[in-house]
């Protein structure tokens, strides 16, 4: 697994983990519907399959320390989140995902609703990444990623309110991963 497919794939579990302690329940403006995906489940060597909604998300809740500071700071991160989904599939071949499968999930994507922060695309080593983000108003409401290389394609989904500030300051704490997400004020100072 190449190394920033690794890192998505740990920021999956780690949102995973976060949305433990989510009580909120279920909400559909910002959830992917992956069912142009279950084709895809025969002929993967590997699929993760994480479906959290409210009641999930309730049920996880005892998991967590309410005096460990920083799943405190995950409690708050994740307190008004409906869901996370992730769909992840490894192949043994390449070829076995097409252009329109990936095109099933971004066409849910579109603007105006839907804004693509980040598009990352390498004809050498393959790896692709897109990362969308759902506004209402000044409040992020949905996250969308999309990974993909040749023999790998996931497809993460968090829905609900995303506080990204938070997310910035839990970078590299409780198994997430550092993703190196800057805060303007220090962006500021590098120019």
Known sequence: ?????????????????LAALS???????????????RHLEAKADEVVDVTLDGDSLRFAGAFLSKKDPEEVAVRKL??????IY??????????????ADIEAVRSQLRAPEWSRL?????RKGSENVDIFMLLKGDAIEG???IAFEDRELAVINIVGPIDMEMLMD????IGIPDLELEKDDHRSGSH
Not at 78 to 83: D, I, N, R
Not at 118 to 122: A, D, E, I, K, Y
């Open 86 to 99: 992730v769909k992840a599939y490894t192949f043994g071949a390449d070829g076995q995902f097409t252009d």
């Open 23 to 37: 009580p909120a329940a279920a909400g559909q403006g910002a959830q992917i519907n992956f069912d142009a995906l």
């Open 170 to 173: 839990l970078e590299g704490h």
């Open 118 to 122: 980040v598009g990352v695309r390498s």
């Open 78 to 83: 994740v307190h008004s989140l409906k869901g």
């Open 1 to 17: 697994m190449k190394p920033y497919l690794f890192r998505l794939s740990v920021l999956a579990f780690a949102l995973f983990l």
């Open 143 to 145: 996250l969308a990623i």
